[in-house]
């Protein structure tokens, strides 16, 4: 078969339709179309309007991957429906496709989401340059292509918001900033012009709304349309933290740590240890669960901790490869 | 057909609060005829905690644990998906970046070791269905679970970023569709349930620092299963077996609801299937009882 030939199937779309003015619950409505492999998911969105229902609502306009704009979601994926070959989307889902706005709880109209919490976060890490500018300078501010390489792409992020609702932590505790806002913070702390840089990392610390309530799940890695890896710059702001001494000892940042000490004590972690020094007199919490585990051969006791074979490596290496101090 | 043979990294759970986790591995290792060399040198990876504090350090210490694999010339076997993600990251950073990797081997050049990029790391589950493959597996079946629906929970550092997981083994796994876990529980006799949660996040990370998290996100993926008519549910990670099975207390709480379902490890479900018996598998080692055996 020439790879010029446009071939069709036949899928099935279940789509989400709610009007917040008029209806008391959102309902699905069905359409089957034969869908090209030419098209993306921003033409079924369009033909949907266009030749069954006028009152479809969605948000689009570049057309090319710039705006952010039609971010939805197939069966469950954050996508931008401009980007995202219909191929594709048959290629891993199949041909029952079902299509629904990025956060059902925050659907105005269809595919039309309230998006204020993504914004109001995105403008909680002061998204912009903070710099004192010589309005008149004699010379320029030169960056140099190595330090513009540092901002790791994050500048790509066109906020369409893929990220932030597949993460599973904004969906549960409002006061997270999300992945995007990371990104973005990350790309200004990352800006060697930039002079914010412990006011904005304070606020990244702060527990609830930080980074350290990052779950790890790599979700938003997944779906960003421009691969900007929010959860590397996650990482990347974790270290910052350190690095520039903002970080105040927390059991977030001592659990962190206190892998180092684990590790250079006995190689492999010890589990009961690193709850102790992560949470201090607060470990009483978990003694419910541990006597529960006890009973069940879970913990170790201190005398039985297996150790790493070679450990003497394992501790010099710990001594000569530290990069970090807390 | 040689004898299959690989490098395994325990990892620290393995050793410690999920004993089922090792005796399991073992004794279905041991029924498949695959040679386990157990890396006992090896360290923590870090857990994907260390290297938010120490970068480098975590790099070093990840690619000694790689050196010991490759020093035996054999594969690394992981039993932990956070384990198979950091261990797997070093790799690929390492075998993608000279100037780095040659920073790391001045380090492991102190204590007479060398990172070369010569041994593949792979999970224990795509290790048996990339080099046994499933209808072999089907074949050796002696005890079917056929009459159980299993709720799969695949653990977010076996599937994402997908990218980096499909360069560590040969069958292509989506991180929204993933097959591996559902086709090995059908392989070994069981019904599979579909379920949201399955591809989900259960919050084991974030256990200590944002415990409310962590419990509404274990709790949702125990609901999703029991609302999709699991009698048990089964993962290949040690880290969300402890959340779902030790954390049902809190995850009940979290949600307003009561829930609770054993929680088999991937291999105690291979092993069950193959005819082991529940104390080779150290089924007695579970909060939520293992009432089915």
Not at chain 1, 253 to 277: M, N, P, Q
Not at chain 2, 211 to 218: E, H
Not at chain 2, 256 to 276: I, K, S
Not at chain 2, 281 to 286: I, V
Request: net charge negative; glycine share 6%; with cysteine.
């Amino acid at each position: 078969m020439s790879t010029n030939t446009i071939t069709t199937q036949k899928v099935n779309f279940k789509v989400f339709r709610f009007n917040a003015d008029d209806d008391y619950l959102p309902y699905y409505e069905d359409y089957t179309m034969e869908v090209t492999s030419e098209e993306v998911v921003l033409d079924i969105l369009n033909r949907i309007k266009w030749d069954h229902d006028g009152s479809f609502s969605y948000r689009r306009s570049c057309r090319h991957g710039i705006c952010g704009a039609c971010a939805i979601k197939v069966n469950g994926r954050s996508t931008l429906a401009c980007k995202e070959r219909m191929n594709d989307m048959i290629e891993l889902f199949g041909n029952e496709l079902t299509i629904e706005p990025l956060s059902i709880k925050r659907a105005v109209k269809d595919m039309i989401i309230d998006k204020a919490d993504f914004w109001n976060k995105h403008d909680a890490v002061h998204p912009y340059l903070i710099s004192d500018v010589v309005e008149e300078p004699e010379t320029e501010h030169l960056v140099s292509p190595e330090e513009a390489e540092q901002l790791l792409e994050a500048d790509l992020c066109i906020q369409c918001g893929a990220c932030h609702y597949a993460c599973p932590v904004v969906e549960i505790n409002e006061d997270f900033f999300g992945p995007a806002a990371f990104a973005k913070a990350y790309r200004f702390e990352a800006d060697v012009r930039d002079e914010a840089h412990t006011s904005r990392l304070t606020e990244l610390h702060e527990e609830k709304q930080g980074v350290w309530d990052c779950v790890k799940c790599y979700e938003c890695a997944e779906v960003c349309p421009k691969e900007i890896n929010p959860i590397d710059k996650i990482t990347k702001l974790h270290q910052m933290l350190f690095k520039e001494g903002v970080a105040t000892s927390n059991v977030a940042t001592r659990h962190a740590v206190g892998f180092k000490h684990s590790i250079e004590k006995h190689g492999v972690l010890d589990e009961g240890g690193l709850v102790l020094y992560s949470e201090g007199p607060s470990i009483v919490k978990h003694i419910p669960v541990a006597l529960k585990m006890f009973k069940k051969g879970k913990i170790v006791m201190p005398w039985n901790m297996p150790k790493s074979d070679n450990l003497d490596e394992i501790k010099k290496l710990v001594e000569s490869s530290s990069t970090a101090k807390f | 057909m040689e004898k299959l043979k690989y490098a395994l990294f325990t990892g620290c759970t393995a050793k410690q609060s999920t004993p089922e986790q090792m005796m399991s591995t073992l004794a279905v290792a041991d029924k498949l005829g695959i040679e386990l060399v157990e890396l006992t040198e090896a360290s923590c990876c870090g857990a994907s905690h260390l290297q938010d504090y120490d970068d480098f350090l975590s790099l070093v210490l990840n690619a000694r644990n790689i050196a010991y694999a490759e020093k035996h010339e054999l594969t690394m076997v992981t039993i932990c998906n956070t384990c198979q993600l950091n261990t797997a990251m070093t790799k690929h950073r390492l075998d993608n970046d000279e100037a780095l990797k040659a920073k790391v081997n001045e380090k492991l050049a102190e204590v007479g070791l060398e990172y070369k990029g010569t041994s593949d790391i792979t999970h224990f589950l795509y290790a048996i269905i990339d080099d046994i493959g499933l209808e072999k597996i089907k074949e050796m079946v002696v005890t079917p679970l056929s009459q159980f629906n299993i709720a799969p929970f695949y653990g977010c550092h076996n599937i994402r970023p997908s990218e980096l997981q499909n360069k560590t083994h040969k069958t292509p796994e989506s991180a929204y569709r993933p097959t591996s876990l559902d086709d090995l529980i059908i392989a070994c006799g069981g019904e599979t349930v579909d379920y949201e949660e399955k591809t989900k996040c259960c919050g084991f990370h974030v256990e200590l620092q944002a415990p409310r998290t962590a419990a509404i996100l274990t709790g949702n993926a125990i609901a999703g299963a029991m609302d999709g008519n699991a009698d048990w549910m089964v993962t290949p990670c040690p880290l969300c077996h402890l959340k779902l099975d030790t954390q049902t207390h809190h995850a009940s709480e979290a949600i307003g609801r009561e829930v609770e379902l054993p929680v088999l490890h991937m291999q105690q479900m291979l092993g069950l299937a193959l005819g082991c018996s529940a104390k080779e598998l150290g089924l007695d080692h579970h909060l939520a009882n293992v009432n089915f055996v």
